[in-house]
């Protein structure tokens, strides 16, 4: 549409009033400010330079959805907020770990070990992947291993990542 292309519209449906014999001003105006107003509404332009949520915004945003279960709208809130924060990898794999996606959860994992190496709840939920696949379990045991020495705090949790691969490896 041109940039006087409401305009050319309004004389359009004025020409086409008198065309089909329609001579009643009222009628024609009436027309024409419908059709202004129709064009001028129904093809809104919204811009946005920025994204108005900050990173953190997206990350709560995320766990809202997540506790919600809305699980594919948590997903994209941790993406937008991955560009700026490492452990959104960590609630990503999380989230594919939820939906039995466990390719795209081994990635995140990962992405969030690559990212942030002294994640401890990446090794750890990597470890706790390989436990529940039943498959590279002599790297789950080093995962478990390192997530304790990064964060002894949690070495408890961490600890029982460790013991059930270790049950696992030894067939109990």
Same mark, same amino acid.
């Given at each position: 549409? %041109? %940039? /006087?292309? $409401? !305009?050319?519209?309004?004389? &359009?449906?004025?020409?086409?009033?008198? +065309? $089909?014999?329609?001579?009643?001003?009222?009628?024609?105006? !009436?027309?024409?400010?419908?059709?202004?107003? +129709? +064009?001028?509404?129904?093809?809104?332009?919204?811009?946005?330079?920025?994204?108005? !949520?900050?990173? #953190?915004?997206?990350? @709560?945003?995320?766990?809202?959805? =997540? &506790?919600?279960? *809305?699980?594919? /709208?948590? !997903?994209?809130?941790?993406? &937008?907020?991955? =560009?700026?924060?490492?452990?959104?990898?960590?609630?990503?794999? @999380?989230?594919?770990?939820?939906?039995? *996606?466990? =390719? =795209?959860? #081994?990635?995140?994992?990962?992405?969030?070990?690559?990212?942030?190496?002294?994640?401890?709840?990446?090794? /750890?939920? $990597?470890?706790?992947?390989?436990?529940?696949?039943? *498959?590279?379990?002599? #790297?789950? *045991? %080093?995962?478990?291993? &390192?997530?304790? %020495?990064?964060?002894?705090?949690?070495?408890?949790?961490?600890?029982?990542?460790?013991?059930?691969?270790?049950?696992?490896?030894?067939?109990?």
């Amino acid at each position: 549409m %041109e %940039e /006087n292309g $409401l !305009l050319d519209i309004a004389d &359009k449906k004025a020409m086409r009033c008198r +065309f $089909l014999g329609k001579r009643n001003p009222f009628y024609c105006m !009436l027309s024409t400010v419908c059709c202004l107003l +129709f +064009f001028a509404c129904a093809f809104p332009r919204i811009i946005l330079l920025d994204d108005p !949520l900050s990173p #953190e915004e997206h990350l @709560n945003l995320g766990v809202a959805y =997540e &506790k919600d279960g *809305e699980l594919d /709208n948590a !997903l994209s809130e941790y993406k &937008k907020a991955s =560009e700026k924060i490492p452990i959104a990898y960590l609630y990503m794999g @999380n989230i594919y770990f939820l939906k039995k *996606e466990y =390719e =795209e959860a #081994e990635s995140y994992y990962r992405k969030a070990i690559d990212k942030d190496p002294k994640n401890a709840d990446a090794y /750890n939920n $990597l470890a706790w992947l390989y436990y529940m696949k039943r *498959e590279y379990l002599n #790297e789950a *045991e %080093e995962l478990a291993l &390192k997530a304790m %020495e990064l964060n002894p705090l949690k070495k408890d949790i961490y600890q029982d990542t460790l013991q059930k691969i270790r049950e696992a490896m030894h067939g109990k």
